[in-house]
């Protein structure tokens, strides 16, 4: 098993329970007040053994307000208009990092050499040379770093990977992954370069890129050629208005990918297909396909995706001669995977376990987004250099 999913195979109600009857509570520092983060509050507030005692954001009244829109007692929180004045006076044990994605290396570096352990909310940076940089400070402090790739906690996301760890297909040589939503361009700091750095690609396409490298044991990537588009997101017709903008200003302010694809090599002698989309005249660019050499996988795409699986999965396999199909059942689950989220990291904190989602597997993930954006601005193919940390 590895080291992530032992983390995660020893989540339980029990275990909670039994937690919180002895030791200090957690405490846990909020930065960034964003949507994303009433995600994160909702699941921390569920536990005994920890507390939140302080949230940073960069908007005036943005802390308050946030506490007050879910309902939290804020009496005994306290208010940092940034990060670096939050860790420079509060003793915090970990963090959950909410912001945007162009400051998500700089909170988290200075989060980890403050000395406290790190929830990071995907995508993991916007570079490989800042996912890099946090890595290097990880190694440096010793504390936990965990990427926030809740999808994982799906049981049938791991059952994709039970299926190709269990030979079935054979050899893998072959994937066809991505995903998309016919309409579903996000505005807010999703669509500027300056504080998303990279759109469609990295906000969704992190997880379809998950999915299937997390089944096959995230080999190295090699070489990428990618492709980028911003068609949609520049024209009014398929913006929408927010508080502060029109649909016509958001156009105007958009400057990010809402498509992108690329044919990506693996070690191993993989080759991934890979497209991803926040908008484009179609339902879905494909449902994903892992093919070996003994049989194949397909996994049905979502309407709008959101990391997870679509309906049944069909194994393909030969048997004493005849060609065969297997339906496999959607495996039924209630739980919420952010609350998996949040308990994991708590439970990796303080059992001392590896991190539930790990930087070492997610620095693939971001180099290959990388590799894809920076084959897409010159226009061919780029081999992917992966520095030794």
């Not at 398929?238 to 044919?263: I, K, L, Q």
């Not at 397909?298 to 199909?325: F, H, K």
């Not at 439970?347 to 597997?361: E, T």
Request: charged letters at 25%; aromatic letters at 8%; one cysteine or more.
């Amino acid at each position: 098993m590895a080291n992530g999913d032992a983390v995660l195979s020893q989540f339980t109600e029990e275990i909670i329970e039994k937690k919180a009857e002895g030791g200090k509570k957690l405490k846990i520092g909020i930065i960034g007040t964003g949507w994303i983060a009433g995600a994160h509050v909702q699941q921390y507030v569920k536990f005994p053994d920890c507390e939140i005692v302080a949230m940073a954001d960069l908007i005036p009244g943005k802390c308050q307000s946030f506490c007050e829109r879910h309902g939290l007692d804020y009496s005994n929180i306290h208010f940092y208009p940034d990060h670096k004045s939050m860790l420079e006076n509060e003793e915090l044990d970990a963090v959950s990092i909410c912001t945007y994605n162009a400051t998500h290396a700089e909170c988290t570096i200075d989060s980890l050499k403050a000395g406290v352990h790190v929830l990071l909310e995907k995508p993991f940076t916007v570079t490989l040379d800042e996912a890099v940089a946090v890595m290097k400070a990880e190694k440096e402090t010793g504390k936990l770093l965990t990427i926030g790739f809740q999808p994982r906690m799906d049981p049938n996301m791991q059952q994709i990977k039970k299926i190709v760890e269990s030979g079935e297909l054979g050899e893998i040589y072959y994937i066809q992954t991505g995903g998309g939503r016919r309409r579903g361009i996000p505005n807010s700091t999703f669509i500027e370069k300056e504080t998303a750095g990279i759109g469609a690609l990295g906000d969704i396409g992190c997880y379809s890129l998950d999915m299937v490298l997390n089944a096959i044991g995230y080999p190295k990537p090699l070489t990428v050629s990618g492709y980028t588009s911003d068609f949609f997101g520049k024209n009014p017709l398929y913006m929408y208005p927010d508080a502060g903008h029109t649909a016509e200003e958001n156009a105007a302010r958009f400057s990010v990918d809402d498509f992108a694809a690329a044919f990506i090599r693996l070690e191993g002698g993989i080759v991934l297909d890979f497209r991803i989309s926040w908008a484009m005249h179609l339902d879905t660019p494909g449902d994903t396909v892992i093919l070996g050499k003994k049989g194949a996988l397909r996994i049905p795409s979502t309407e709008c995706w959101n990391g997870t699986v679509g309906g049944e999965m069909t194994l393909y396999t030969d048997m004493a001669g005849l060609r065969t199909q297997t339906k496999l059942p959607i495996i039924p689950f209630d739980k919420s995977l952010f609350e998996l989220k949040v308990r994991s990291f708590l439970d990796a904190i303080k059992n001392d376990l590896p991190a539930p989602v790990p930087s070492s597997q997610i620095l693939y993930n971001q180099a290959i987004i990388d590799g894809i954006a920076k084959s897409a601005e010159i226009g061919r193919e780029v081999a992917i250099e992966i520095p030794e940390i």
